[in-house]
Nanobody
Framework: QVQLVESGGGLVRPGDSLRLSCVASGFTFFVTPMSWVRQAPGKGLEMIASINAGAGGTKYEDAVKGRFSISRDKAKNMVFLEMNRLKVEDTAMYYC?????????RGQGTQVTVSS
């Protein structure tokens, strides 16, 4: 059974940094692309970052490009999202997703709130 468990969210101020983590189990992690999506209050799911299984190529949504960085540790079945220079508009529930589809299997999420 696919399980994804996110952690690392919190309440921070604009300009701060956070590192989100996701532990994956129940599937062959090292051959599976992974993504992070987020859902802001009153809005739909938004794909913000993805990482391939092989060479680890990454893609980012324009709003986070240059500020966020996705990475993975194949030995630990983990994927990370390093978030720098956070903005109020980054406030959302963040989900780790198996694959490259916004509506793929995801965990329970971790809340990130950016407020002054």
């Amino acid at each position: 059974q696919v399980q994804l468990v996110e952690s690392g969210g919190g309440l921070v101020r604009p300009g701060d940094s956070l590192r989100l983590s996701c532990v994956a189990s129940g599937f062959t992690f090292f051959v599976t692309p992974m993504s992070w999506v987020r859902q802001a209050p009153g809005k739909g799911l938004e794909m913000i970052a993805s990482i391939n299984a092989g060479a680890g190529g990454t893609k980012y949504e324009d709003a986070v490009k240059g500020r966020f960085s996705i990475s993975r540790d194949k030995a630990k079945n983990m994927v990370f999202l390093e978030m720098n220079r956070l903005k109020v508009e980054d406030t959302a529930m963040y989900y780790c997703v198996r694959g490259l589809q916004t509506l793929g299997d995801r965990g329970q999420g971790t809340q990130v709130t950016v407020s002054s």
